[in-house]
């Protein structure tokens, strides 16, 4: 297995991370600053918004992409009907957001955007879609949850492959990992799609 692309990792995400170093492809990371999350286009769905904001993470890389480097970002959104659930600010928000999914099905939406030097070749990106049950939470649970685990940095409140995962998720129907932030294997088709990696 084989590629001839320099891959970054346009995130901070040990999730996205771990699941990139999975795939065995050799890759860097790097932090993106400056995305203001809430500058939407008006009236943009819900689902659209993963993929729009992994856009503008792309073209907020800071270094020039050179030769053959290949910026990949990402963005995951949680959405009950038509109520985003983005990343909580403190310990209530987060409370509220598991007390609404708790007992109800949510979608959980990724975008990745990919974009190397040369973009005739690649500029583009796609969405993985994944509805995910939650049992009835009991408020102890959430508390529990909230106050051990510190779940700001997650869209939702919540990390599938954490405590509230093991005891709340009654069933997932798509991508586990497209829950923990990071589609891995409609990442893998794509980059064989755009001819990213080979077999020799």
């Known amino acids: 297995m084989n590629t001839k692309y320099h891959m970054i990792l346009g995130s901070s995400s040990p999730r996205r991370k771990q699941l990139m170093e999975g795939l065995g492809l050799p890759f860097d990371t790097a932090t993106i600053h400056g995305i ?8 943009i769905e819900p689902a659209d918004i993963p993929l729009h904001l992994a856009q503008t993470k ?4 800071q270094k020039p992409l050179q030769g053959n480097d290949l910026i990949i970002t990402a963005d995951t959104l ?9 990343k ?3 310990h209530e928000q987060a409370c509220h957001m598991l007390r609404q999914l708790s007992g109800r099905c949510h979608k959980v939406v990724t975008g990745v955007f990919l974009r190397s030097s040369e973009e005739h070749k690649i500029a583009s990106g796609f969405t993985d879609t994944t509805r995910v049950w939650f049992s009835h939470l009991e408020e102890e649970e959430i508390q529990y949850y909230v106050n051990t685990y510190k779940p700001y940095d997650k869209a939702g409140a919540y990390g599938v492959q954490e405590w509230i995962g093991y005891i709340g998720i009654e069933r997932i129907e798509g991508s586990f990992y497209n829950v923990m932030g990071f589609p891995i294997h409609a990442f893998w088709a794509f980059l064989k ?5 080979e077999f020799l």
Do not use: F, I, M, T
Request: charged share 30%; glycine share 4%; net charge negative.
């Open 78 to 86: 949680v959405y009950q009907e038509q109520s985003v659930l983005g």
């Open 193 to 197: 799609r755009c001819k990213v990696v």
């Open 36 to 43: 203001d999350e809430d500058n939407l286009p008006k009236d």
């Open 88 to 90: 909580p600010q403190n």
């Open 58 to 61: 792309s073209y907020a890389y």
